[in-house]
């Protein structure tokens, strides 16, 4: 795994089920991620889109990304510079589009134990990902497999192609 550790991430903490629409709402889909990310989970969170920062984490409940197979749920996250989602578990398909965009998903089965506004930091150097938390406790996340470290790296799959296709 050779992504790089980040510090000090901000939380932004939502609850389980949180759908595509939510991230990505169809009213802004013929947008482009600009626009869209004006609106990201506003249903949800009215204060995320304006607060957030690159760089902060979203922690959720279970079943992060379900609903449509929309890219852009997952994009708009990219583009508004967040370092990860921490989750006990996502849907398939958002977890896809996700890697393929270079955007960094932890499944974390204690995930929902991270506080609102806590500071975290992301230790991403061994086989298994940690979430180090502000009182000091470590939690586990499930293992990363290096191809999909490697997406992440390079800032989604057409970089990595790229990356694999120069000399």
């Known amino acids: 795994m050779t992504a790089c550790n980040r510090h ?27 626009v869209i990310g004006k609106h990201c989970l506003e249903a949800v969170r009215h204060d995320f889109a304006s607060g957030v ?7 959720a409940g279970a079943n992060f990304g379900i609903g449509s197979s929309r890219e852009q749920a997952a994009g708009v996250l990219k583009h508004l510079g967040l370092a990860a989602v921490i989750a006990p578990s996502f849907s398939g398909l958002f977890f896809r589009n996700a890697f393929n965009l270079g955007l960094l998903l932890l499944s974390c089965p204690e995930a929902e134990t991270i506080e609102e506004a806590e500071r975290v930091s992301l230790r991403l150097d061994g086989d298994t990902p940690m979430v180090q938390r502000a009182n000091g406790l470590t939690l586990a996340c499930a ?18 192609l790229k990356q694999r296709k120069s000399p």
């Open 53 to 59: 920062h690159p760089g902060d984490v979203i922690v």
């Open 8 to 34: 000090d991430a901000r939380v932004w903490r939502l609850g389980a089920n949180v759908d595509t629409d939510a991230l990505a709402p169809g009213a802004y889909m013929k947008h482009g991620l600009e």
């Open 143 to 160: 293992p990363i497999p290096g191809f999909l470290m490697d997406l992440v790296d390079a800032g989604g799959l057409l970089p990595r």
